[in-house]
Each structure stands twice: as structure tokens, then as C-alpha cells.
């Protein structure tokens, strides 16, 4: 099998890098831009730091700061109108990646006609609109864990039909600096590395590999599952959050290749039906399905959990191997304190409604074995009877 990488955006990492964001925007020609984040990067004191490097650039500043997770469409189509009212001639995007989306949404709608609902994307169309004309686009990430810098497109809520949808559009620079991340909430750094996590695994055990995917991959699960806990336990480690931006910068470029499955297919649709972040949602079944996956990729789910520090016999089958794996993914849950899933459905009946509607709208089409709705309910019942007290 043949391997291809290619990195569509352009990414600038290092510790103090948010600084020389004015100064970019002043090489790209930009004069005037909307800067778009939400309340939490806006209390952190986040948003008024970019703001302030931006406007001693002599850029001036428009501010959409009602940015909602899981951008829904309205969202991105108001803080639009807002950007075209004000005839901004650049998009900055700083914040999680519903920030990264609704900034990316923005451009789009810039040199396209609203509302964003024209440009999802369907499989087998090429790209809806014209991306030849977009406005400059900075992103600057304040989590570790989407990794939308490094992705050319972006999701958003249909609010129609309460689906996820996504759409394309190319960055012209993301720039990540670990720095941003030395306030982040524990809770909040478990769910996006998580989040990071499943992107890495996914891209090893994915039915189309890439050795380029799973050199970033296999990087990432170990930077991951030395630095999580420790980020967790001392926000301000700053060894630990560098460590942690770095996975989650090359967990994204991972997954450009094999794309996700089964964590992501199941996530993203018990994200939106109990509101769950999206990293808490996408690792619903992560252990799970790396211990169901192991059958048909035990040398990739091997790899997985050697990246983790454990050591797995060489004679070991592959229901062991997958034992191993899973465990240490769940006891790397519990030891960065991730939420537990029992708090988003109140019962497991719940939590299983999901079933029929991910059946109906995942393919599972990048998983390395044939999904049934039986493995699903499987899956969903073990991951919530592991999260009762
Ligand atoms: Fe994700």
C-alpha cells in the first residue's frame, strides 16, 4: 500500500509564537480583522492579550466573542454579517476548536454568500464555493487537542436536522503556542487531549494506513500518555503542556491521511444528542473499540499500547493484546479525570437511543473491521457500565 502526507496548513509552534501574530496579519496586508473567540478565552484574559498584539501591529479590531461549542450555523452566519458589516479584510480564530470552526466558516462566508448551510460538504463533491478568493485566515488554538490548525476545513451544527456537517477551508496560518494553554481547567485539558488521543489511535488502526500518519501518531499516544497526567495534576508544568500542544499539532496531521472511525463516528453523534464535549464524546467508546479493532489489527493495537509505556508479551493473542490496551487507555481516563459519560444520559437505555441514529448516519468506513449495530449497543454498554460509581 502506497503512503501520501502533505500538511495543507501552514503552522508556526513554539512557546511566546501568539506574539508575532500582528505582525503577520501586516505581512498578509490585512488592515482591519474580526477576531473571534468566546467567554471562556475572553475571562482567561486570552482574547485581550491577541488583541492587544494585533492592534499594537496597527491592525484594527472587530470582536465576535459569542462563539457557542459546536458551532451552530446561525452562529458562524451571525458572526459573519457581523465581519461583512464591518468590512474586515482578515479572520483571526483564537480559542478551542469551535473558535477555530466559526472563525474558519467566517472566511468562507466572506467571499461566498451566506448562509454557511450552502458549502457542506458531500462525499464525492469537490468543495462547495469559491476558495480561491478567501481573506486571510490566522488561527491560534488555546487547547491541545482538536487540532484544527492543522485540518482545511471545519464542522458546524445543522440546526435543522441536529446534525454535524462539515466544510472547506485552508489556513493561512496556525499558530500554536503552548503558552496559551498554562490556564486551561483540568477537566478541560483531559477532554481535548482525549480528543487528540482518539484522532492518533484511529489513524494507526485505521483499514487505510499510512506510515507517515503513524510516525506523527505513534509520537503523539507517547508524548500523550507521559505528559496528560502531569498536566492535569500542575496546569502551569509547562515541560507537560508543550508536550501535550505538540501531540495534539501531529495527532491532527495524523489523521489527515486514514481519517477517523469508530471513537469519532459513534462521538460525534452522542456529542450532539447529550451535549458532551466533543472529547469527552469521541473517547465514549475508546477502549472499547481498541479492544474490538485488536482482532484485525493486533500488531497496530500492540503499538498503541507499547506507545503507552505498556509492555505486551511477545506471545500474546489478540483478545490479550487488546485487554492491555484497554486498560491503559481507561486507566489513563481515570488518572487525568476525564467526565464520566453516566453524567451526560441518565440511563443506560438512554445512552443506547443513540444506536439507531448512528447506524443510520456513520459509515464506519475507515474502521479496520465490519461494524453491526450488535458491536455498537456492545460497545455503548460496556464504556457506560464502566462509568457507574
Ligand atoms: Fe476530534
Not at 492543522?150 to 445543522?158: C, F, I, L
Not at 493484546?321 to 489513563?332: C, N
Request: charged share 20%; glycine share 10%; net charge negative.
Amino acid at each position: 500500500m502506497f503512503s501520501t502526507w502533505s500538511s495543507p496548513n501552514p503552522v508556526l509552534f513554539g512557546s511566546g509564537s501568539s506574539k508575532s501574530i500582528g505582525e503577520q496579519l501586516v505581512k498578509h496586508g490585512c488592515k482591519k480583522v474580526i477576531v473571534i473567540y468566546d467567554k471562556g478565552v475572553k475571562s482567561a484574559g486570552i482574547a485581550d492579550r491577541v488583541l492587544k498584539y494585533i492592534r499594537d501591529a496597527g491592525v484594527g479590531t472587530v470582536c465576535y466573542e459569542d462563539v457557542r461549542s459546536d458551532p451552530p450555523d446561525w452562529s458562524i452566519n451571525e458572526a459573519a454579517a457581523l465581519a461583512i458589516s464591518q468590512g474586515v479584510d482578515g479572520v483571526v480564530g483564537v480559542g478551542g476548536g469551535s473558535s477555530m470552526d466559526t472563525a474558519k466558516g467566517v472566511d468562507v462566508l466572506l467571499s461566498n454568500a451566506p448562509p454557511i448551510n450552502r458549502y457542506f460538504a458531500r462525499p464525492g463533491m469537490p468543495p462547495a464555493g469559491d476558495l480561491t478568493s478567501l481573506k486571510p485566515l490566522f488561527v491560534i488554538p488555546t487547547t491541545s487537542g482538536t487540532g484544527s490548525e492543522v485540518t482545511p476545513g471545519g464542522a458546524v451544527t445543522d440546526t435543522q436536522h441536529n446534525t454535524k456537517e462539515n466544510f472547506v477551508c485552508p489556513v493561512t496560518l496556525g499558530i500554536v503556542d503552548p503558552e496559551l494553554t498554562l490556564s486551561l481547567p483540568a477537566a478541560v485539558t483531559a477532554a481535548t487531549a482525549f480528543d487528540a488521543l482518539c484522532h492518533t489511535i484511529e489513524a494507526v488502526v485505521s483499514n487505510e494506513p499510512n506510515k507517515f500518519s503513524e510516525l506523527f501518531a505513534s509520537q503523539a499516544i507517547t508524548l500523550i500518555g507521559k505528559y496528560l497526567p502531569i498536566a492535569c495534576g500542575d496546569g502551569n508544568n509547562m515541560e507537560a503542556r508543550e508536550g501535550l500542544m505538540l501531540a495534539s499539532t501531529m495527532a491532527s496531521m495524523s489523521i489527515l491521511g486514514p481519517y477517523c472511525n469508530i471513537p469519532h463516528d459513534v462521538g460525534v453523534v452522542i456529542g450532539v444528542l447529550f451535549h458532551m464535549p466533543h472529547g469527552v464524546a469521541v473517547s465514549a467508546v475508546l477502549p472499547e473499540a481498541v479492544e474490538f479493532v485488536a482482532q484485525a489489527v493486533p500488531d497496530k493495537v500492540r503499538l498503541v499500547a507499547e506507545c503507552l509505556g505498556e509492555n505486551v508479551p511477545e506471545e500474546a493473542g489478540f483478545e490479550e493484546i487488546g485487554r492491555i490496551a484497554g486498560r491503559r487507555i481507561r486507566k489513563l481516563m481515570e488518572d487525568s479525570g476525564l467526565p464520566k459519560i453516566n453524567t451526560f444520559a441518565e440511563t443506560m437505555e438512554e445512552f443506547l437511543s443513540a444506536v439507531p441514529i448512528i447506524m443510520d448516519t456513520q459509515n464506519f468506513h475507515f474502521s479496520p473491521r465490519p461494524v453491526t449495530a450488535g458491536d455498537i449497543i456492545d460497545m455503548l454498554t460496556r464504556a457506560y457500565s464502566a462509568s457507574l460509581p
